[in-house]
């Protein structure tokens, strides 16, 4: 039986901007076919681009695909589509491929099954230019991912598309990970990048999700995947007490924020010597004020400084009435629920008193005002000196402290892997390193143990310190006369 090819559109999956995808369908008997993605887009006809990706779904077939520049019966673009031309070319150079593989197979008298055809068709289909391929599926999904992700993933292809500017999908393989990964860590003057370790392994990261990407879609072999024997190597290190901040540093930030004085006048108007008697006081300027008010609120939170910026109270922040089993008592706590940035993941964060302190609730728009990196990494840069803390502070820095404090303080894994905005276990986990503080903390237990192992049981302070405590709850519940009485004992015990 021989085989037939027909184009036709996903129309009851468009894309964000309304534009459909169009697919190849070859087959050779009702359950044998196979579907292909042609990476090319059919835009929506301007009367009905106002409305919704999922709006259109709900149409019937024939419906919907009249909403398209495109000619079912023909099965081509129209005059509608400002591209119908090329795209048109372009699909009849594609029939005119699949036709020659059916009768290139008829003549030899081999059956042409639909994994043959697929596997032939597509290794065709991978020889889309790398770089063209990939920018062009950033501009027409570019609200897939997030900003700096996108940007990431642009500047990877735009490396790529230096080193090898005719560089198609399927030359990825094996051996030309090896070469990209040499001219990476090879030395500028030698013509190479410089690269360090951590930001080639970064690199391969994300042309390994680019290949994925381009797999999923259709458009390159699973067979032609470079990735299953090639290792990328792991550069995640452990985090040292120099990437977080100890309580006692936090208070350190909070009495220089606590010790700023405002400036009463126009700030043009300030003398040289009066910016000098501030400087010699290790007075904060106005901008370093709103820098740490910041930092300390992202070491509070955990939020990173991106997410802060979005934060606009009327939005955001919200209150929340919470009972208390163990005092008995209901209060009122302001909490955060915000879409992160980064990972698009919802956090919800409880405002400790001292975040509390550092926002307000009433302001109108977003909480912090636009401020750059370039600027903030500044401030904290004279914030570090005036300090004296002895650390290169970052809104990497603050982060981290936030988590590091909620593993010293005792708050689960799980829970500061919420509040954290982590959906992998593995990344909240680089945390649990032990700063000094719990180092000591819990060495005081084994201390503890050590110590009595020469005691008789109930002579241990701490052991008849914690049996007390013990029996708080029951204290509580005693009237006047037996405490009095509870008293008398223990004056005799005691002597």
Not at 31 to 55: G, M, N, W, Y
Not at 145 to 153: D, I, K, N, P
Not at 248 to 258: D, G, R, S
Not at 270 to 298: A, C, H, Y
Request: hydrophobic fraction near 35%; charge should be positive; proline fraction near 3%.
């Amino acid at each position: 039986m021989s085989a037939t090819i027909h184009f036709y559109i996903r129309s009851e999956r468009p894309h964000s901007d309304n534009s459909a995808q169009v697919y190849m369908l070859f087959t050779i008997t009702r359950k044998l076919k196979a579907k292909i993605s042609l990476h090319k887009r059919i835009p929506i006809r301007k009367e009905f681009a106002k409305l919704k990706p999922e709006e259109i779904a709900k149409y019937e077939p024939s419906l919907r695909n009249d909403m398209f520049c495109w000619d079912s019966q023909r099965e081509r673009a129209t005059s509608h589509s400002p591209n119908s031309a090329r795209i048109n070319q372009f699909l009849d150079g594609e029939i005119k491929r699949a036709n020659d593989l059916i009768l290139k197979y008829q003549l030899i008298g081999k059956p042409l099954t639909v994994e043959v055809f697929k596997k032939l068709f597509c290794k065709e289909a991978g020889n889309f230019s790398f770089s063209e391929y990939f920018l062009d599926e950033f501009n027409n999904q570019s609200d897939r991912w997030a900003e700096e992700t996108l940007r990431s993933y642009k500047a990877v292809v735009t490396k790529i598309q230096k080193f090898r500017p005719s560089l198609t999908l399927n030359d990825i393989d094996h051996r030309f990970l090896l070469e990209y990964e040499n001219h990476m860590l090879k030395p500028v003057l030698k013509g190479g990048c410089g690269n360090c370790d951590k930001t080639v392994a970064n690199n391969m990261k994300i042309l390994k999700t680019l290949t994925l990407i381009a797999i999923k879609k259709g458009d390159l072999l699973k067979d032609n995947y470079a990735f299953t024997d090639y290792r990328i190597s792991d550069t995640s290190q452990e985090l040292t007490t120099r990437d977080y901040l100890e309580p006692e540093e936090i208070a350190q930030l909070e009495k220089l924020l606590n010790d700023y004085v405002p400036i009463t006048k126009d700030i043009k108007n300030l003398s040289v010597e009066e910016w000098k008697e501030r400087e010699d006081n290790g007075i904060i300027t106005p901008g370093e004020f709103q820098t740490l008010r910041r930092f300390l609120f992202s070491c509070y939170t955990g939020l990173r400084f991106r997410d802060m910026l979005l934060i606009d109270p009327s939005k955001h922040i919200f209150s929340k009435n919470i009972d208390n089993t163990e005092t008995g008592t209901k209060s009122s706590r302001y909490y955060i629920e915000l879409k992160m940035n980064k990972t698009q993941n919802t956090v919800v964060v409880p405002l400790i008193d001292k975040a509390l302190k550092l926002i307000d609730l009433q302001i109108k728009g977003t909480l912090f005002s636009l401020i750059s990196n370039q600027k903030v990494n500044e401030h904290l840069k004279s914030i570090e000196k005036k300090s004296g803390i002895n650390k290169h502070l970052t809104f990497h820095v603050s982060r981290h402290s936030f988590a590091t404090i909620c593993f010293l303080y005792g708050i689960p894994l799980q829970v500061a892997q919420k509040l954290l905005g982590h959906k992998n276990r593995k990344f909240t986990e680089i945390y649990t390193h032990l700063s000094s503080h719990k180092l000591f903390l819990e060495m005081d237990k084994f201390n503890v143990g050590m110590n009595g192992l020469n005691k008789q049981p109930g002579n241990d302070p701490r052991e008849q310190e914690a049996k007390l405590i013990e029996l708080l709850p029951f204290l509580k519940n005693m009237n006047t006369e037996k405490m009095e009485q509870l008293k008398g004992i223990m004056k005799l015990l005691g002597s």
